[in-house]
């Protein structure tokens, strides 16, 4: 029997469910697209960062609907009077930090559309962002992606080629803090905090925007600026809370903050928020 033979006896009995591997291949995309988008991980890496056993973070565009109703940036910090076990940080947690600094650096405005992914297993990175809407001005994007020591020596430490008005400088206690705009892909900015601390173990990039970033590489510029400055993105990816077990407290705050949309559900095709935390 000659090999072509052998090899089409061998595959003919196995059924190819074509929707099925168009949809994971159009997932993959999305999260190519948004991983070098938003700073997760540099070019290069893509998928081969691990989020809880799936190939890399799903993060898809959360813009050009209509916004729920806003709840403010303003949130109560962590109870002192009777605190809560540490709980491991996921999507809902870190919203509930990332909501909890924009009151501490001053961000006012209301906040919506929250969004998070990450970790109910395997690797501790997580995800998480929202849109920033100041009082009378327009809304902006806010995102931020924590990892673990391994992503570290990945990224590199200096300005890449994409990176826009870039800075890089060493922070007391020898943590590398990288400024840098996103600015190659449409009209649209994106504004960029990262931390990396071998110290701590830990990577943290905080992202702004100047508007809404749509699929097909288009944008929605909705005011003059980033919704966060510098000193306010430093002020956020610096920050020490950052850790992959944070308060307990941080999972009720997280909990509350709703509707939410899981986006680790993306990858397995189901895109709606959910009305309530999942158990």
Not at 40 to 50: E, I, Y
Not at 196 to 200: I, K, V, Y
Not at 248 to 254: I, K, P, R, S
């Given at each position: ?18 929707h099925d591997?168009?949809?994971a ?13 938003l700073a ?11 989020i809880?056993?799936v190939a890399a973070?799903a993060?898809?565009?959360l ?11 303003a949130?109560e ?11 491991r940080l ?17 961000a006012?405005?209301?906040?919506g559309?929250?969004a ?5 297993g ?6 998480a962002?929202l ?21 570290i020596?990945?990224v590199?430490?200096t ?9 890089v400088?060493t ?8 400024l840098?705009?996103?600015?190659d892909?449409?009209p ?5 905090a990262?931390l ?5 173990g830990i990577r ?5 925007t ?5 699929p097909?590489?288009?944008w929605?510029v909705t005011r003059d ?12 990816a610096?920050?020490?809370v950052?850790?992959?077990r944070?308060p ?7 909990a509350a ?12 095709g189901?895109?709606?928020p ?6």
């Open positions: 029997m000659k090999l072509d033979e052998m090899m089409h006896d061998a595959v003919a009995p196995v059924a190819v469910d074509v591997l168009t949809a291949a159009r997932a993959r995309g999305t999260v190519r697209r948004r991983q070098r988008r997760v991980v540099l070019a290069g890496v893509g998928a081969a960062a691990t809880g056993g973070l993060v898809p565009s813009g050009g609907g209509g916004d729920p109703a806003p709840a403010t940036v949130s910090g962590p109870s002192q009077a009777s605190p809560l076990p540490d709980v996921d999507g809902r947690s870190t919203l509930a930090v990332l909501t909890d600094l924009l009151d501490e650096v001053g006012d405005g209301t906040t559309a929250y998070g992914q990450g970790a109910s395997g690797a501790p990175d997580t995800y962002e849109h920033l809407t100041p009082e009378g001005e327009g809304l902006g994007e806010v995102g931020v992606n924590v990892q673990g020591r391994d992503m020596g990945i590199g430490r300005c890449e080629g994409y990176m826009a008005d870039c800075s400088r922070l007391p206690g020898g943590d590398l803090l990288r840098y705009s996103d600015t892909n449409g649209g900015e994106r504004r960029v990262e990396l601390s071998e110290a701590r943290v990039v905080v992202a702004a100047n508007g809404l970033d749509l097909s590489n288009r929605d600026g980033t919704v966060l400055d510098d000193d306010e993105l430093t002020a956020i610096t920050a020490d950052w850790a992959f944070v307990g407290e941080y999972a009720e705050q997280g903050l709703t509707p939410y949309t899981d986006l680790d559900a993306e990858i397995d189901d895109p709606q959910t009305a309530e935390p999942s158990a």
